[in-house]
């Protein structure tokens, strides 16, 4: 009976090459470590993005959303679990990639906006410079944060390679959104930004064969990226590019998409789908879904794709139903606060 008044113990949390932390009953890994001022990675907190991945080593935990939603079956086979999601049901020690091989590159610095410019009706390109040259892998992002936002930073994928002290972000307007409305409508030129990264392991990968890059509205910033960068190397694998977008009016960077195409090494095929181009308009290109377009689709060897979590999933399904293994599929989902997925 006495047990029912008993109350929870906090626990150990040892995350290997960092060292130990108390975590409290109710608290998550990554509250407990972010608390105690840990530079764990994280950027969505509500089990969407995979980036507070940690593998356990030993212990208990209980997970508030299903993993299995969200991680690999790679990693859930070599016992990864989110930090953001994982309670302590026992003392536990974690190895967290980047911080306990003490690999990680990841740096803070100060910079300033210097140029703002509109690529559509609802996202603008945001130039940040910086102290000092930054390096990053291209597909990777940043934590923005600035003092106009009080609650904290959101995760934004640089749109090009590196190059030196200057970083671009494409920043897409999501209805009530904080940061996404102050970049779009509040943030001018001089407005000092801290820049947290790169972080995340969305990348060009080794390989042969034709590629299919798949992005959904501010989904085009890592891909630009990546091509860009591909490009600049003279890859020579074929490629696919599915843009999907509302209408012609929300399609972006096409001068850039065009210049990649026609000094890219190999063919370079470019599909920009519109699910809501007004019936009747002068557009020729394919209307629907990019989902309608990936069973017309063979030989593909990898697909990275990226942007919003529901157009991800859909193209992942249709992707598996199409035979496409699971180990050639790459995404970069967007998941914001309005991203939960309840455990099952
Ligand atoms: C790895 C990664 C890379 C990304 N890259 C980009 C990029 O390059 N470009 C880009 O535009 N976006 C990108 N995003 C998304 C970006 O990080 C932000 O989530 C997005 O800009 C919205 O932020 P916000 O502050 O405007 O909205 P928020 O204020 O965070 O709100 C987002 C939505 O959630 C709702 N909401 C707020 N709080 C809650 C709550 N507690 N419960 C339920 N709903 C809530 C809001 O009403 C709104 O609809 C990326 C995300 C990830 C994970
Ligand atoms: S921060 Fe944990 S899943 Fe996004």
Redesign the pocket.
Known sequence: MFGLFKSAKPHTLTIEGVGEFTVNPKETILTAALRQGVRFPY??K?G??A?CKCKLQDGQVKELTSSAFILSSEDLDNKYILGCQSQLKSDVTVFVDGLSDGTSVASVQEGEITSIEKLTAD?VSVTVTLPEETTYVPGQ?AL?STPA?S?GS????F?TPPQGNQVR???????????????NHQAVVGDKVTIDGP??D?YLRQGSGEMLMIAG???I??VLAILEDAMNHKIDRDVTFLFGARTEKDLCALEDISRISRNWSGRFRFIPVLSEEPEGSSWEGRRGLVTDVIPELTDISQTYM?GPPPMLDAAEKCLRNSGMSENGIYC?????????QKAG
Do not use: K, L, N, Q
Not at 169 to 183: K, L, Q, Y
Not at 332 to 340: C, Q
């Open positions: 950027s969505c509500v969407g993005c980036t996202m992002y923005f936002v609650s959101r995760s934004y994928s749109a972000f494409f920043i897409r307007e999501v209805p009530g959104g904080e940061m996404s409305g102050w970049a972080y995340g969305f509205g501010s989904g910033a890592p990226c970069d989902r967007f998941t914001d606060r309005s991203h939960t």
